[in-house]
Nanobody, 115 residues
């Protein structure tokens, strides 16, 4: 069974930093493309950052240059370093992958950025 468990969310001031982690189990982590998504109440969930099995990364424009996605295949961990946070980054952040043809999601971690 696939489990994705996020941690590291919390409250930050604008301009501050947070680091999110996602612990993965039940999959051969190193072969999967992993993603961070976020969702604000009343809005669609949006992809924030992606990292493939070779470590190639991609970011949505609004976080490029501020967020860094990384992975540790030895520990089956996915990370999102978020710097220069803005109030509009406030959302629930989700770890995601697609395994055996199905979307797999964690329960999410809340990030709140105050101005």
């Amino acid at each position: 069974q696939v489990h994705l468990v996020e941690s590291g969310g919390g409250l930050a001031q604008a301009g501050g930093s947070l680091r999110l982690s996602c612990a993965a189990s039940g999959i051969n982590f190193k072969i999967y493309t992993m993603n961070w998504h976020r969702q604000v109440p009343g809005k669609q969930r949006e992809v924030v950052a992606t990292i493939d099995s070779r470590g190639n990364t991609n970011y949505t424009d609004v976080v490029a240059g501020r967020f860094t996605i990384s992975r540790d295949n030895a520990w089956n961990r996915l990370y999102l370093q978020m710097n220069n946070l803005k109030p509009e980054d406030t959302a629930v952040y989700y770890c995601h992958t697609k395994a055996w043809g199905s979307d797999r999601w964690g329960r999410g971690t809340q990030v709140t950025v105050s101005s």
